[in-house]
């Protein structure tokens, strides 16, 4: 029994030894070129949506040896290099003629040598015709039937803007042609119901308004409906 013991004993040993050659034998393959070198990545990369463009930022850390980056998306199938400003805490990039679509971008720095940092990923929406297709103005209230009306309290043609609960709505112009022919602007980007004043109006004179969007916080562009013409009201 001992004998069989001191057998399955060496067996072991023999097995841990062989097996720790044969870990030292792949693990050479990898270093057979020397170790691999990484740089600091970019930090706090963030990205801001545009029309068929998209803006990055991003910080360099304390490492000072990236001189390029280069950013890639659509799976590393585009990208574009950036030659880095190292007086610059921070920096940012504006990549244009972007089909609109959501984007997942890289960014790899590199230094003098060609050794790189670790990728840092962002996601991004860009924006275009098919999301402008969408937006539609500001309701108006309407006072007998009519978007342009006299307010008899104020003794002025007005129109009023109804409440919104669309933060992306961030403003609503309408835009009139006055008594003397001079073409107005009268602007809300409150969220509350408002009452504008379209002084010195005359009935039947051309009334029009617009509403502006911004698709996300930080946008870099911003998106306008198409202006919708009201009729001059009556006064009642």
Not at 133 to 149: A, D, T
Not at 187 to 200: A, E, F, N
């Amino acid at each position: 029994m001992k004998n069989n013991t001191i057998i399955v004993v060496l067996m072991a040993a023999v097995s841990f030894f062989c097996s720790c050659d044969g870990m030292d034998s792949s693990y050479e393959e990898f270093i057979k070129d020397g170790p691999i070198v990484y740089i600091g990545k970019a930090d706090s990369l963030k990205a801001f949506p545009g029309r068929h463009r998209v803006k990055l930022t991003w910080r360099m850390g304390n490492d000072p040896r990236g001189v390029k980056a280069t950013i890639y998306w659509r799976d590393r199938t585009a990208s574009e290099d950036i030659v880095l400003d190292r007086t610059q805490k921070t920096f940012e990039y504006i990549i244009d003629e972007l089909e609109e679509s959501t984007y997942v971008f890289e960014m790899v720095i590199y230094d003098a040598y060609g050794n790189s940092s670790l990728a840092t990923e962002v996601t991004a929406e860009v924006y275009g015709e098919t999301y402008e297709s969408y937006l539609y103005p500001r309701s108006c209230y309407k006072y007998s039937g009519k978007q342009v009306y006299i307010d008899k309290t104020l003794g002025e043609w007005v129109v009023t803007l109804n409440a919104i609960r669309d933060d992306t709505m961030i403003d609503t112009e309408v835009v009139y042609v006055d008594k003397n022919g001079v073409e107005q602007t009268v602007s809300w980007s409150g969220m509350s119901q408002q009452t504008l004043v379209l002084k010195d109006y005359v009935e039947g004179n051309t009334v029009k308004y617009r509403s502006c969007f911004s698709p996300a916080e930080g946008a870099i562009d911003v998106f306008w409906t198409d202006y919708t013409y009201l009729a001059g009201g009556e006064g009642n």
